[in-house]
Each structure stands twice: as structure tokens, then as C-alpha cells.
Nanobody, 124 residues
Framework: QVQLQESGPGLVKASQTLSLTCTVP???????????LGWIRQAPGKGLEWMGA???????YYSPALENRASISRDTSKTQFPLQLTSVTPEDTAVYYC???????????????WGQGTQVAVSS
């Protein structure tokens, strides 16, 4: 099992861009073209929300609700795949997770390899 690691600011002001990074240990980011590298979030009192994913070859997929604001990329030299979310509002306050799995739209932590999550608060 691979332990991913999220990093980024814990507090962002409304209307700004949230930038988070997920680090995949070792050479895993180039290891297997069957995997999707995804971002998922969980707002207070709500379930997991799949945000989007990128493949090792660079194809991206986004939730329709976020496709105008979310952007996922990959940096194979650093074994990282960053997430950017523009024009954030307090409704974007959540724990943000990154994960690696053979499933595109992850909505359960029982599938794939996940990070521990990073709390992000958006102030108004």
C-alpha cells in the first residue's frame, strides 16, 4: 500500500485560489498507467465529494460541478500532482484528500491508496 501526502495552506481567503499538492512516494507516479490520481474533499457534515483526477499520461477528468474552477496537473520529476481551485468561497471549506486508484470517481476510502487529508478553511 502506498501512503500519499497532501500539503498546502490551512486557510485561504474568499475569492483567492487554493493550491494543494499531493506527493506520491518513490517512483510510483510513473509506475502504472492503470491508475487515476484524484482529489476528493469532505465538507463538514457531508460525504466525500469527488473533484477530479489525472492519469499518468496526463488526461484529466473533473466533476461537472467544479470543472470551471478546478485544475489538476502532474509533475513527474517531483512525483507530485497539484490541485488548484479558483475563486474559493466558504462553501469550499473541507478536508481535502488525494488518492491513487484504478477507479476514476472515488467516493469511498476503502478503495485505493489515500493521503491522510489536509484541512482547508476559507474565510469570508
Amino acid at each position: 500500500q502506498v501512503q500519499l501526502q497532501e500539503s498546502g495552506p490551512g486557510l485561504v481567503k474568499a475569492s483567492q485560489t487554493l493550491s494543494l499538492t499531493c506527493t506520491v512516494p518513490g517512483s510510483s507516479i510513473t509506475a502504472n498507467y492503470e491508475y487515476y490520481l484524484g482529489w476528493i474533499r469532505q465538507a463538514p457534515g457531508k460525504g466525500l465529494e469527488w473533484m477530479g483526477a489525472i492519469t499518468y499520461s496526463g488526461s484529466t477528468y473533473y466533476s461537472p460541478a467544479l470543472e470551471n474552477r478546478a485544475s489538476i496537473s502532474r509533475d513527474t520529476s517531483k512525483t507530485q500532482f497539484p490541485l488548484q481551485l479558483t475563486s474559493v468561497t466558504p462553501e469550499d471549506t473541507a478536508v481535502y484528500y488525494c488518492a491513487r486508484a484504478r477507479v476514476l470517481r472515488l467516493t469511498t476510502r476503502s478503495v485505493g491508496d489515500w493521503g491522510q487529508g489536509t484541512q482547508v478553511a476559507v474565510s469570508s
